[in-house]
């Protein structure tokens, strides 16, 4: 026989297993590997098939060579980046939604927010956005990605985890590290304070975490005002104590937000946030002779009232 047969006689050979394998690996993951996929949308759906279309052509065109590349790339993919991720400090319900914090306003003049983001179809877009945010200072864009973790694109929810947990991680180490210089200096202690207080507020203001350990970091974030204060107190300033009242509050702690209240009171008296401190918490609650009681105090002031006081007062006028 010719040798120009065999080879032919090869190459059928070789172009058959190819396409047996191309068609293999198209139905395993049409059929068999989809059973794996979570919240696929109609969109997601279309564009996962052309895709799988697209592979099965190329395999088919380029033998050898298709497959190899493909099947190579996926095995990686199982091996490196499949692992599960521990979603234990992340918070998924959408009534946290309304809790959000928006990321950096001037970053985001340039950029559509993510929360916005989330409901595009372009999941490339999202993708290319998502990566734009985390370039960035993370810790301003917590609650942006933390609201990433409810996007359709399984891709871009998990990256937002991945991103999450590890943020989440590297603040539990700071705030131990820098607690411990805290106690065993005295000499910096108000230094140490007074970073920790800026730094524990940043990221605890945006309500990333689960109940209990929001409420565990906002007792510590008290524990070191509370040092700041025996130690400077002349140093803290109405917005300090608005911040670490204000996250007291949101974990439920009335007696503690009150104490800062009325200490907001003594060292402020002129501050538009020493009234709204006690007007939130009044309003929370429902206290309405003290609340009232503050809203005289503050007509009888010389203080500016802003928007959102003034929308408050509306609302609980109504109720």
Not at 230 to 239: F, M, Q
Request: with cysteine; net charge negative; proline share 2%.
């Amino acid at each position: 026989m010719p040798s120009y047969s065999r080879d032919l006689k090869a190459l059928i050979i070789l172009l058959i297993i190819n396409t047996l394998i191309s068609v293999i690996y198209y139905l395993l993951n049409k059929f068999v590997f989809k059973k794996n996929k979570e919240q696929i949308n109609e969109n997601g759906e279309k564009e996962r098939k052309h895709s799988l279309e697209l592979r099965l052509f190329i395999m088919i065109v380029v033998p050898i060579v298709g497959p190899v590349f493909f099947i190579a790339s996926w095995i990686v993919f199982k091996v490196f980046f499949s692992e599960p991720v521990d979603l234990e400090d992340v918070v998924f319900s959408k009534d946290k939604v309304k809790f959000n914090v928006r990321a950096e306003e001037e970053k985001e003049r340039n950029l559509t927010s993510l929360e916005e983001a989330v409901e595009i179809t372009d999941k490339k877009d999202l993708r290319t956005l998502m990566m734009s945010v985390v370039s960035g200072d993370i810790q301003k864009f917590l609650s942006s990605i933390n609201f990433a973790l409810t996007s359709d694109d399984t891709e871009t929810a998990h990256y937002a985890a991945s991103v999450l947990q590890d943020a989440l991680n590297d603040f539990r180490v700071n705030v131990e590290k820098q607690y411990k210089k805290l106690k065993e200096d005295p000499e910096n202690r108000v230094v140490y304070a007074e970073a920790l207080i800026e730094y524990m507020n940043a990221v605890l203001k945006q309500r990333v975490f689960i109940e209990m350990e929001q409420k565990e970091y906002v007792g510590k974030l008290d524990e070191v005002t509370e040092i700041f204060y025996e130690e400077a107190k002349e140093r803290l300033t109405d917005e300090q104590i608005e911040n670490v009242a204000l996250r007291l509050l949101e974990t439920e702690n009335y007696e503690a937000c009150e104490k800062w209240c009325d200490r907001a009171k003594i060292l402020h008296p002129m501050a538009l946030s020493t009234y709204t401190c006690r007007l939130k918490l009044y309003f929370k609650q429902e206290r309405r002779e003290e609340f009232f009681d503050v809203i005289e105090e503050l007509k009888s002031s010389s203080i500016v009232i802003d928007k959102e006081t003034l929308e408050l007062i509306r609302v609980f006028r109504k109720e």
